[in-house]
C-alpha cells in the first residue's frame, strides 16, 4: 500500500491532513479578511493591497495552487468521513448530548461546507474569472451594491463564520490543546473568533449595501 492510501486509510492520518488542510483554509480567511478590510480604509487603501496583492505574480499564483489543493484535500475528507458516518450509522441519535462537538456548528458542519462551496463558485465567477473591465474597488461596489447578491454574501460569510467555529475549536482538540490545566477556555475562545470572522466580514457587506460611500 501506498504513503498515501495508508495515510487515507488510517482515521488518525485523515484527521491530520483534515487539521492541515483546514489550518491552511483558515489562514488564508484571516489574511483575506484582513485585506478586504482595507476597504474600510477608503479606495486608495484598498487599490494599494490590491495592487500588492498582484504585484506578487508568480508567488500569487503558487499560492493559489496550494489553496485549491488544499480545498480539494479538505472537502474530499469531510465527503469521505461524512459518508462513511452514515455507513455505519444510519439513524441518527435521538438524544443529542450537550457536549462541545454538539453544537449547532458542529452538527451542521456538512451543510455550511456545502452553502460555502456554492457561494465560492459564485465569488470567484464575480471577482476572479471575469474580464477585468473595471478597477476592483468598483467591481467591489458593483457586487455588493446588489442587494440580492449582497443577501447572498451575507449567507456565505455566516456560513464561514459558523464552520470556523467549529473547525477552530475542533482543530484544539485534534492538537490536544484542550488541557484543562492551561487552556481550559482555548477551544472556547477558537469557536468564538470564528464566529467573530464570519461576522467582521458580514459587517464589510452590510457597510458595501447601505453606506457605500463610506467604503471606497
Ligand atoms: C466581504 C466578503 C468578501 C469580499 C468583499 C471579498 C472580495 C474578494 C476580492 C476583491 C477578490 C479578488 C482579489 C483579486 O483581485 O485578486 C477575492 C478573491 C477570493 N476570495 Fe473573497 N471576498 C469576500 C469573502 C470571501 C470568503 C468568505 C472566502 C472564503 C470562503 C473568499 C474566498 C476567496 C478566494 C478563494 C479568492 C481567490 C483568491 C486568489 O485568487 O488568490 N472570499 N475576494
Not at 492510501?5 to 491552511?24: H, P, V
Not at 472556547?188 to 467573530?196: I, P, Y
Request: charged share 10%; proline share 3%.
Amino acid at each position: 500500500m501506498g504513503r498515501t492510501s495508508r495515510t487515507l486509510s488510517s482515521s488518525l492520518g485523515r484527521k491530520m491532513l483534515m487539521a492541515a488542510s483546514g489550518s491552511f483554509l483558515s489562514l488564508f480567511i484571516l489574511v483575506h479578511l484582513a485585506g478586504n478590510s482595507s476597504a474600510l480604509l477608503g479606495r486608495t487603501t484598498f487599490l494599494a493591497y490590491v495592487d500588492y496583492l498582484h504585484s506578487l505574480g508568480v508567488l500569487l499564483h503558487f499560492f493559489e495552487i496550494l489553496l485549491l489543493t488544499a480545498f480539494c484535500t479538505h472537502v474530499f475528507l469531510a465527503l469521505l468521513l461524512f459518508f462513511e458516518n452514515r455507513k455505519a450509522r444510519p439513524e441518527p441519535y435521538a438524544v443529542v448530548k450537550s457536549s462541545g462537538g454538539a453544537t449547532l456548528a458542529g452538527q451542521t458542519m456538512i451543510y455550511s461546507g456545502t452553502v460555502i462551496l456554492l457561494f465560492l463558485v459564485l465569488h470567484l465567477q464575480n471577482f476572479l474569472f471575469i474580464d477585468r473591465e473595471l478597477p476592483v474597488a468598483d467591481l467591489l461596489r458593483t457586487v455588493l451594491g446588489n442587494p440580492a447578491l449582497a443577501v447572498i454574501y451575507l449567507i456565505g460569510t455566516l456560513a464561514v463564520g459558523l464552520h470556523l467555529s467549529h473547525g477552530l475549536w475542533s482543530l484544539c482538540q485534534t492538537l490536544g490543546l484542550e488541557h484543562p490545566k492551561y487552556t481550559s477556555t482555548l477551544d472556547k475562545k477558537a469557536a468564538l473568533l470564528g464566529l467573530a470572522i464570519g461576522l467582521f466580514f458580514a459587517l464589510i457587506i452590510v457597510v458595501a449595501l447601505f453606506y457605500p460611500g463610506f467604503l471606497l
